[in-house]
T-cell receptor, first 112, second 114 residues
Framework: AQSVTQLDSQVPVFEEAPVELRCNYSSSVSVYLFWYVQYPNQGLQLLLKYLSGSTLVKGINGFEAEFNKSQTSFHLRKPSVHISDTAEYFC??????????FGQGTELSVKP | NAGVTQTPKFQVLKTGQSMTLQCAQD?????MSWYRQDPGMGLRLIHY???????DQGEVPNGYNVSRSTTEDFPLRLLSAAPSQTSVYFC?????????????FGEGSWLTVV
């Protein structure tokens, strides 16, 4: 069965610093990967997705992720974070039958 | 478009009570699902539906029931609430289940069972 592991449960970072949120997935023939963001007391919003093509995927709010097949990773990056980026971030893999399989989530806390 | 709409947003139940979480989408999506979110566990799939009249179990279906009488609606029923069902529930929908597509989420329903 496919699975996703987010390697950090919490990531504190200062404003304007770069950040990387790590995500590893279990290997499969075809892999479709997603990053979602959840702001406090809100639903999940799609940040970006990898379906095929370029391994560097750009998303909303200045985030990007790189699909690395050899390392089975899909890490999320932002070169300079803002206070407003404070949220929980979820990595997910698309499974058979349209199901999304989520990682445990990473809480990003941006401090002034 | 309202997207995916869930009601209620907050609910407190007593152990043993039953209730229904409502979910509606106006995007004509064939695929709908319910997830629960618990700290440190991400989101886990409860039930899903690939079209009207078709439902199936996800990872954590026990204690929940669903039906899909129309394309738009996908209610989740708690048959006899237990404290272990205290959680945040998300309804989601997508235009396809057979190929990868963006899944859209509702705003969530916070349920407390006392």
């Amino acid at each position: 069965a496919q699975s996703v592991t987010q390697l950090d449960s919490q990531v504190p970072v200062f404003e304007e610093a770069p950040v990387e949120l790590r995500c590893n997935y279990s290997s499969s023939v075809s892999v479709y990967l997603f990053w979602y963001v959840q702001y406090p007391n809100q639903g999940l919003q799609l940040l970006l997705k990898y379906l095929s093509g370029s391994t560097l995927v750009k998303g909303i709010n200045g985030f990007e992720a790189e699909f690395n097949k050899s390392q089975t990773s899909f890490h999320l990056r932002k070169p300079s974070v803002h206070i407003s980026d404070t949220a929980e971030y979820f990595c997910a893999v698309w499974g058979q039958g349209g199901k999304l399989i989520f990682g445990q989530g990473t809480e990003l806390s941006v401090k002034p | 478009n309202a997207g995916v709409t869930q009601t209620p947003k907050f609910q407190v139940l007593k152990t043993g009570q039953s209730m229904t979480l409502q979910c509606a989408q106006d995007m004509n999506h064939e695929y709908m699902s319910w997830y629960r979110q618990d700290p440190g566990m991400g989101l886990r799939l409860i039930h899903y539906s690939v079209g009207a009249g078709i439902t199936d179990q996800g990872e954590v279906p026990n204690g929940y029931n669903v039906s899909r009488s129309t394309t738009e609606d996908f209610p989740l029923r708690l048959l006899s609430a237990a404290p272990s069902q205290t959680s945040v529930y998300f309804c989601a929908s997508s235009y396809s289940y057979s190929q990868p597509a963006t899944i859209y989420f509702g705003e969530g329903s916070w349920l407390t069972v006392v």
